[in-house]
C-alpha cells in the first residue's frame, strides 16, 4: 500500500491508505472475541490469544505499516503508540507460540515438533525489530530518555533470545521477562556471538544516552558497536567510521576530550577518503560518492574545530 498508493501527484494518498490499513485490521479481527477477562474495553490483543500465529502475524504487520506511515505523515506520537501496541500483540503472539512448542515437544523431547507458522526466531526478530523503529522515532524527535529506555530493552531483547537459544535451542521457550531492562538481564558485550543488529542498537544507544548526560555508559556501547564493527566488516567498513563519528563528538563534548575526539575524527576520515577511491574505481553511482563526500565534509569540519581550539589553548598557556 505504501508504495503503490499514488495520487496524480507525488505524494502518497495518505487517508486512502490509512482506510485500507483500517480495514485490513478490522478484516483480521473480524469473528473473534475482543474482550479480555479482566478488561471491558474492546482491543485486538485479546483477541491475538485465539488466533493461528501466522493470522497474528499479519495482523502486526498491519500496525507496523500503519506506524510507518504515520511517521511519514510527521504523526510520530501516533506511530509510537502504533508500533507499542503492535508490540504488545507480538510478545502475546511470542507467548502462544513458545506454549504450544511446549506442548508438541513435550518436556523432555530434544527435537520439538515444528509450530505452524513462525517460528520462534521470527517472533523474536518481530519484536525486537519492533523495539528498535519506536527507538529510532524516539531519538530522531529528541525524546533521548524514551529513546534511550527503548534502545535498552531492544537490545537487552536482543542478547536474550540469542543466549537463551544457544543453550536451550530455539524451540524451547523463550519468552521475555513483562518488564525486561538492561538491569535484568546482562548485556556486556560477548564478541563471539554478536551480531550486525547489535552493533547498530549499540550505536544508537550511545547516542542517546550522550544526550541524556550518560557519557560514561554512553562511551561502553559505542565502543561495543565499534568493536563488533571492526570484527564483523573490518577496519575499514563505513558503519566504523560512522561510529567513530559518534565516539568523536562524545569525546569532543560531554566527556571532554579533544585529544581524543581528534583520534577519532582522524581515523574516521582516513577510513571516509579510502571508500571514496575505492569507489572512484569501482564505477559506483555519483550518489554514493556525493554520501561519502559528505562525511568527509564533516570529519574535516570536526577535526578543523578541534585543531584550532587546541591552538587557541596552547597559545592561551604560553602567553
Known sequence: ????????????QWEKAISLFQEAEQNYLYGYDQKGQDDTTDGPKAAIRQ??????????????????LLRQRGQHEAAVEMLRSALDMAREVLENVSEEADRKSGANSITPTPVAG???DEQQNTIVDLLVKTADILLSNDKFDEAAEAYEQALSSHVFFRRWNKVSGTGNRAVLPATITAASTNINLDITTATTLEAAIRKNLGQALAQI???????????????????????FHMEVAHTLMGMGALHGGPLRDVSRALICFKEALHIYRTNLEELSGANKSDEEAEEIERHVQSALKNINLIEAALLKDKESKQS
Open 1 to 12: 500500500i505504501l508504495e503503490v498508493m499514488k495520487n496524480e501527484g507525488d505524494g502518497v
Open 118 to 120: 513462525p517460528t520462534l
Open 51 to 68: 488466533m493461528t500465529p501466522r493470522h497474528a502475524e499479519s495482523l502486526i504487520n498491519v500496525r507496523s505499516n500503519m506506524a510507518e
Open 213 to 235: 548526560g550518560k557519557g560514561d555508559i554512553s562511551l561502553g556501547h559505542y565502543e561495543a558497536s565499534l568493536a563488533i564493527t571492526r570484527k564483523i566488516g573490518g577496519d
